[in-house]
């Protein structure tokens, strides 16, 4: 296969509705940066640009073999581990963690490149050890989850943590770890809940709090919670209208362009706007999980599978949060918050996800 | 376990996986509909109250003048340190940190206490006022330091004159929770919102709506943290009117200090049209006391002092009128054809009813011949004893009540007194006793119940003075809209004859051989005058008053009402000496400076 089959054959079958629901929003996603921004232009410019380079390794990833995945898994996941001890001990200082490493031109979040080096890993040592799938396996699959878990919990980042343990669980229930010790697990957790909740850091433990009464604190863990939740409730149905949410526009909303972004853009455009884009997010999820039923062999199935949970978890965790479900543990949303890791990171899981679906029959031959 | 058994699982738990996430996805869509559409309301307002504020705008108070533009009642830019305390945890700590720049004393925390304890609004309370303009400087470098203080610029009442003349000023004070009951009475309360204080006394009270003036607001937009982003709304304030008073300052002054230490109340009075020209009430205080919040320890001081400085003499004190009552139980038995001239008794020092019981004259031995001039003349006691009995209270009374006694006089001052023109109805009422014919007989000479006012005073003498007019005494200068709302007294009938004895009496008083003769000496003018003695307790039969042995608080009241020029008056007078002792020698001379100063000065 020369390249320009190649790129004609990509463009021929490549799954057009679930990529244009994505490319719709990240559209609606820029335009939200703008107001979030308050018309910031060079933040627009700057997410222009992730969305290019995210755009390019999609398309780069669809049109290389599959196999190439398959050999470079393990390799990804070394390297984040890798550099997720690096960022530990060298890496840039925000709101008191230390989660950006700096590469000269972009600064990387290491973190995030376990959304994908994580499904990576577990899918090719499931692949690995195809025909001796016992309680080993799963609790070396375990031990493979921790260590990134970890790395990131001492950060610190409680939500991006939880969600790598949310991931890894999945796909390791994905593999086919027997209910019962499922079960046993939950039980085990509960017991040991209260020494995980010693180990908890104070602001961490704070904002659990504050989640399961906001109000209590409005000045302090709470008040982001509750300024997100005046900006979707005065959106109301139909919203203020792009460029004119005031709790926005008065900086009553913190991080309007990443953890918040979609604060602003429910008061902006109201229920009636975020019924349609949690339905583009829907079709989008329903395509991913489609493809993935499609695919041939375990390795796609489970990789496919895991980064589909990742994204979404993302998306559930994000959308839960500034409405007042979840504590606010600082997890963008996917294709829609500022920043340059999150975009490229969604995009290549996408593509991942395209060619493991494209290619689905040749990891199984 | 082959990989067909993983394939069949994981197909399984794949589906597993969907449905469970589409459920999560439904419970956040409802999550936003419930937040979104049924909380919409509840979340509108919290973003307004999130980022509207309306903020007053407080409007300068009036200024009050005396009539010759000289400031009575003046603003002066303050700078205050304001606290709101809501705002704050540790009041102590934040003042420990103030103090290293702003020196912040123990009774300036005392009185922020205070004022908050009895605060109506939700406004910020000062815990330093009157800060220099250094002082102000030196926090406004600091600012950053105390987010919960703010430097504030008011406008703040001061009262140029010191303690003068705050009885008819009156002072102001913050805002009690009666003040506010009353404005939620009137429904003004509205317009008070960015206002600390409210008029309590005097002119302050009496002309509070137009001295206030009407506040503005601001509707504000701010940012999360309350820093003003635009302005939405301006409504200025629309600041209140200054106030003429009728009062001339130099003379008010000159009343003043011619009291000296002694206490007492002096009206001034233009007697053709009822400008007050003088109020004083002695002793005074110092307004400024109030407008800050006046300290315990001042208002301790202030209010229970014997000397009452905190009491409206002028018109709240009530005293019995003595002998300056006499000229007009006069014109009442002149106008009733009693004791008209040439009618004259021999006094014998002393009036006998039914040669029992004996009423003395003041003067031992009698004044001899006496007619009804010379018994105003020389205040014979003996010639009013008679005439009262047969004139009878009933009559005397009306008569009386036609100059204005027993009855307020409608001066534009808050809470005035109206007197008492006792008779046998009101001591049945009052004591469940019959009246006494002796009682008649006093009642003639100013003592007995009868208490006045004296204000009531003043406008009785300018009722001699000009008989045939109406007048109100009023502080306000050109207040004509005042005198549609009060009940008049109706211009004197009194016949020309009647008054032209009176009167006769009154400046013979001044004359050689009348109670007051020194006052007439050295003088351009004349002047018509009556001398009163009241008594502050009542000698038994037989004993002899000695002003020598009894103590100050309990020496007659010198009382003296006077109006000159006598052939075509500009100015009456009313005063009261407590304890002052016989009226023409205390008194007397404190009319003589008021005249001297207003009938012979340059300027009138």
């Known amino acids: 296969m020369n390249f320009t089959f190649l790129h004609n054959y990509i463009f021929r079958k490549i799954d057009r509705p679930l990529f244009g629901s994505i490319l719709l929003i990240l559209i609606i996603g820029l335009f939200n940066l703008i107001s979030a921004n308050q018309q910031d232009i060079p933040d627009t410019l700057s997410q222009i640009f992730n969305i290019i380079i995210g755009v390019s390794f999609f398309y780069l990833i669809c049109i290389i073999n599959s196999r190439i995945i398959l050999s470079f898994a393990p390799w990804t996941y070394l390297i984040s581990i890798a550099l997720l001890i690096l960022v530990n001990s060298f890496g840039i200082e925000s709101h008191g963690a230390q989660r950006w490493i700096s590469l000269g031109i972009f600064n990387i979040q290491p973190s995030e490149t376990l959304k994908i080096s994580l499904p990576l890993m577990l899918a090719w040592f499931y692949q690995k050890n195809d025909y001796k799938i016992y309680y080993k396996i799963h609790f070396l699959a375990g031990l493979l989850i921790f260590l990134p878990f970890y790395l990131v919990l001492i950060q610190p980042d409680l939500g991006t943590s939880i969600l790598i343990l949310w991931v890894g669980i ?82 009553f909303l913190p991080e309007t362009s990443t953890d918040f972004a979609f604060s602003v853009f429910s008061e902006e455009f109201g229920f009636l706007g975020v019924l349609a884009v949690i339905a583009l997010y829907t079709f989008i999820f329903y395509r991913c999980i489609w493809m993935t039923s499609k695919m041939q062999d375990n390795f796609s199935r489970l990789l496919s599978a895991g980064l589909t949970v990742s994204l979404f978890s993302g998306f559930i965790i994000n959308l839960g949060m ?38 689905k029959s040749l990891i199984a031959n | 376990m082959d990989k067909y058994y993983i394939k069949y699982v994981l197909g399984n738990r794949l589906r597993f996986i969907f449905y469970f996430f589409l459920i999560v ?72 940190e103030l103090n290293k720049i702003v020196s912040i004393e123990e009774k300036d925390i005392k009185k922020y206490k205070r004022i908050l304890k009895n605060k109506q609004f939700s406004n910020s309370i000062p815990i330093k006022s009157n800060l220099t303009i250094k002082e102000a400087a ?48 009137k429904d003004l309360q509205k317009n008070y919102i960015g206002t600390d204080h409210i008029g309590k006394s005097g002119v302050e009270l009496q002309y509070e709506n137009e ?22 709304k301006t409504s200025p304030a629309k600041e209140g009117v200054n106030i003429h008073l009728t009062i001339d300052l130099k003379m008010q002054k000159i009343a003043e200090n011619a009291f000296k230490n002694k206490k007492g109340a002096l009206i001034a009075i233009n007697p053709s049209n009822g400008e007050i020209l003088a109020y004083v009430s002695m002793p005074t205080f110092n307004p400024g006391f109030f407008v800050d919040g006046i300290s ?66 003041w003067k031992i031995g009698g ?55 006792a008779d046998a109805k009101w001591k049945k009422k009052k004591y469940n006793e019959k009246w006494y014919l002796g009682e008649t007989a006093i009642t003639g000479i100013g003592q007995g119940f009868t208490q006045v006012t004296p204000m009531q005073l003043a406008l009785a003498t300018s009722k001699i003075a000009f008989p045939n007019k109406s007048i109100v005494p009023h502080i306000k200068l050109n207040s004509q809209s005042l005198r549609q709302n009060i009940n008049l007294t109706a211009p004197l009938t009194i016949s020309e004859q009647t008054i032209k004895w009176v009167k006769k009496g009154m400046e013979n008083v001044t004359a050689d051989g009348g109670t007051a003769a020194f006052i007439g000496q050295n003088i351009q003018y004349k002047i018509a005058a009556k001398t009163g003695t009241s008594q502050v307790f009542s000698l038994k039969e037989g004993e002899v008053y000695d002003e020598e042995k009894v103590p100050d608080h309990l ?44 009938l012979t000065s340059e300027s009138h």
Not at chain 2, 38 to 50: K, T, V
Not at chain 2, 298 to 303: A, D, H, I
Not at chain 2, 557 to 565: G, Q, S
């Open chain 1, 170 to 251: 999945i796909i390791i229930f994905l593999a086919g770890l027997p209910i019962k010790f499922l079960t046993i697990s939950f039980f085990g957790f509960l017991v040991f809940s209260p020494f995980i909740w010693n180990s908890l850091l104070s602001y961490q433990k704070q904002r659990i709090l504050s989640l399961i009464d906001p109000f209590s604190d409005p000045y302090g863990s709470g008040y982001h919670s509750i300024q997100s939740m005046i900006a979707l409730g005065s959106g109301g149905g139909f919203g203020r209208g792009w460029l004119n949410g005031t709790q926005t526009n008065l900086d």
């Open chain 2, 211 to 232: 001295l206030h003036g009407i506040s503005g607001f601001e509707q504000i937009e701010v940012n999360s943290i309350g820093k003003p982003i635009r302005v939405l």
């Open chain 2, 138 to 185: 030196q926090f406004a470098s600091n600012s950053y330091q105390f987010p919960s203080i703010e430097l504030k610029e008011t406008i703040k009442r001061f009262y140029p004159q010191g303690s003068v003349g705050v009885h008819f000023i009156g002072y102001i004070n913050r805002i009690s929770k009666q003040d506010l009951i009353a404005l939620e009475r």
């Open chain 2, 296 to 361: 315990h320890k001042n208002w301790n001081k202030l209010n229970q002092s014997n000397d009452k400085p905190l009491l409206d003499r002028a018109i709240n004190g009530l005293y019995p009128p003595g002998s300056t009552l006499k000229p007009f139980v006069a014109v009442a038995a002149l106008e009733n054809q009693l004791r008209a001239p040439p009618f004259k008794i021999n006094d014998p020092g002393y009036f006998s009813i039914n040669n029992s019981r004996r009423f003395r004259d």
């Open chain 1, 322 to 359: 500034i409405s007042g479900i979840f504590p606010i543990v600082g997890v963008p949303l996917p294709f829609f918050s500022y920043g340059g890791t999150s975009m490229v990171v969604s995009l290549i899981s996408i593509g991942i996800i395209m060619n493991l679906y494209l290619n």
């Open chain 2, 367 to 421: 004044h001899g011949e006496v007619d009804i001039i010379k018994a105003i003349a020389v205040s014979c006691d003996t010639f009013f004893y008679g005439l009262a009995i047969e004139l009878g209270i009933p009559r005397l009374n009306k008569s009386l009540a036609n100059f204005g006694f027993g009855k307020k006089t409608g001066i534009d001052l808050p809470n005035e007194k109206k007197g008492l023109l």
């Open chain 2, 555 to 598: 020496k007659d009241h010198a009382l003296f009402i006077a109006y000159a020029p006598a052939e075509n008056p500009k100015i009456a007078v009313a005063i009261v000496v407590e304890n002052g002792g016989h009226g023409g020698s205390t008194a007397g001379p404190i009319a003589k400076k008021i005249f001297n100063y207003y």
């Open chain 2, 25 to 96: 996805f439904f419970l956040i869509i409802l999550r936003f509909f419930y937040i979104q559409i049924l909380q919409n309301n509840y979340y509108s307002i919290q973003a307004i109250d999130n980022s509207i504020r309306i903020l007053p705008i407080a409007p300068a108070r009036g200024l009050i003048f005396d009539r010759n533009n000289i400031i009575i009642a003046d603003n002066k830019l303050n700078y205050s340190l304001e606290i709101v305390p809501e705002k704050i945890e540790n009041l102590s700590m934040i003042v420990g």
